[in-house]
């Protein structure tokens, strides 16, 4: 596996499920992020972790939960969303120490809320 | 966070028509970078600009630094059904590391 790997691709739950995304790099990065793509909307930063520590949280409701077990692996929880959270999850990663400032995002969850 | 405006919104070209877009910021950037998001994907990097002034091509593509530091374009030559998608500009501010994305622009390519 190369790159930034998310699973599910895809996703369906209800209102009062709990599910998780995965995302994995395999590059060597050692900062994570999570963004929100809604329809007609501009990429929404959720999560940054750098080092494995949280470094920013944008305001994001708590029923989305990140966690980070190391610098290859990032989660989002989720419980209890509404349908206004139904987006395409997108997941990056980036070498923060280096002048390659880049990211690589993987191809996305499409979580629907129903 | 800081805003780069980019524009156009969309653009519905016909195929083989050059394409322009551009990003603009009230703050100076040390780094451009232009992604392109095909659908149900994920944005990948296209060009990545790193000096004032610096012009980038990767293929039919050219990229521009501006001189002021605080814009960039992208251009598309001789567009084909499969330029199709969402392109974003990014940038690193002077002082900091995170990206900050502009709202992007989608093409539509009609055959």
Redesign the interface.
């Known amino acids: 596996e190369t790159g930034v790997t998310q699973t599910p691709r895809h996703l369906v739950m209800g209102m009062t499920n709990k599910k998780s995304l995965k995302c994995e790099q395999h590059l060597g990065h050692n900062a994570m992020y999570w963004y929100k793509q809604s329809a007609k909307k501009p990429l929404e930063l959720m999560f940054v972790y750098s080092l494995e520590e949280r470094v920013e949280n944008n305001s994001v409701p708590s029923r989305f939960s990140p966690e980070c077990p190391n610098s290859s692996h990032l989660f989002l929880h989720l419980h209890t969303l509404q349908p206004e959270d139904s987006a395409l999850y997108l997941c990056a990663s980036s070498q923060v120490l280096r002048g390659n400032y880049g990211y690589t995002f993987g191809s996305g969850t499409r979580l629907t809320v129903v | 966070?800081q805003q780069l405006n980019q524009s156009p919104q969309s653009m519905f070209i016909q195929e083989g028509e050059d394409v322009s877009m551009n990003c603009t910021s009230s703050s100076i950037f040390n780094?451009w970078?232009w992604?392109k998001q095909d659908p149900?994907?994920?944005?990948?990097?296209l060009i990545?600009l790193?000096k004032a002034g610096e012009l980038t091509s990767n293929g039919r593509l050219t990229a521009q630094f501006g001189i002021t530091r605080k814009d960039s374009f992208l251009n598309i030559s001789a567009s084909i059904p499969s330029d199709v998608g969402i392109y974003?500009c990014?940038g690193?501010l002077v002082a900091g590391?995170?990206?900050t994305?502009?709202?992007?622009t989608r093409l539509m390519v009609k055959p």
């Open positions: 966070g780094t970078l992604y149900g994907e994920g944005p990948v990097l990545a790193y974003f990014a690193h590391n995170m990206l994305f502009g709202g992007g």
